[in-house]
Antibody
Framework: EVQLVQSGAEVKKPGESLKISCKSSGDSFAPYWIGWVRQKPGQGLEWMGIIYGGDSETKYSPSFEGQVTISADKSISTAFLQWSSLKASDTGIYFCARRHPGAGTYYVGAFDIWGQGTMVTVSS | DIQMTQSPSSLSASVGDTVTISCRASQAISNYLAWYQQKPGKAPNLLIY???TLQSGVPSRFSGSGSGTDFTLIITSLQPEDVATYYCQKYNNAPLTFGGGTKVEIK
């Protein structure tokens, strides 16, 4: 069974850096796109960007480009989401999710497997 | 960017009722639409993709329809475990956009 397991909750101060992870198990990492989705407290879902496990090709939502960095290490089947300088407005739950291999084209598609989410709290 | 508008934003129905949730795209997206269920404190769960294809393992009381700009998720015979927020998502092109969500409660 394929699973995405995310790193644990983080509490940070504004201006600090952070890197959270999403580890894939149960299937090969390389053939799939892994996306990141933000959910602010009490709000809906926002697509941030996506990375291809095979060669780390990355696509960003215009709303998040320049604000975060998505990366991956296929040798450990793990995708990462990082911030160089956090803001209070970055507070939220961050989900990684696998692009459904049968629902979409290239990097755009539905997400069939989701991580459990990582809560990031940014507060002074 | 294409906007996705869901209605209603919330609803309350009785066990056994049929529930209908609508999702409208601001431009045509063919059938590149998915529906997700998110229970409190949990990650979203894919219910339907390609507007009407049921994801493996999802109960058959969930169904989807539509094409172009107007889409519908139907839950026939609502069950207590269906209490959740439901989101549509378009994926014809980037940016991938979700609807605002519909919260379903039991009356």
């Amino acid at each position: 069974e394929v699973q995405l397991v995310q790193s644990g909750a983080e509490v940070k101060k504004p201006g600090e850096s952070l890197k959270i992870s999403c580890k894939s198990s149960g299937d090969s990492f390389a053939p799939y796109w892994i996306g990141w989705v933000r959910q602010k407290p009490g709000q809906g879902l926002e697509w941030m960007g996506i990375i291809y496990g095979g060669d780390s090709e990355t696509k960003y939502s215009p709303s998040f480009e320049g604000q975060v960095t998505i990366s991956a290490d296929k040798s450990i089947s793990t995708a990462f989401l990082q911030w160089s300088s956090l803001k209070a407005s970055d507070t939220g739950i961050y989900f990684c999710a696998r692009r459904h291999p049968g629902a979409g084209t290239y990097y755009v598609g539905a997400f069939d497997i989701w991580g459990q989410g990582t809560m990031v709290t940014v507060s002074s | 960017d294409i906007q996705m508008t869901q209605s209603p934003s919330s609803l309350s129905a009785s066990v056994g009722d049929t529930v209908t949730i609508s999702c409208r795209a601001s431009q045509a997206i063919s059938n590149y639409l998915a529906w997700y269920q998110q229970k409190p404190g949990k990650a979203p769960n894919l219910l339907i993709y390609a507007a009407s294809t049921l994801q493996s393992g999802v109960p058959s009381r969930f169904s989807g329809s539509g094409s172009g700009t107007d889409f519908t998720l139907i839950i026939t015979s609502l069950q207590p475990e269906d209490v959740a927020t439901y989101y549509c998502q378009k994926y014809n092109n980037a940016p991938l956009t979700f609807g605002g969500g519909t919260k379903v409660e039991i009356k």
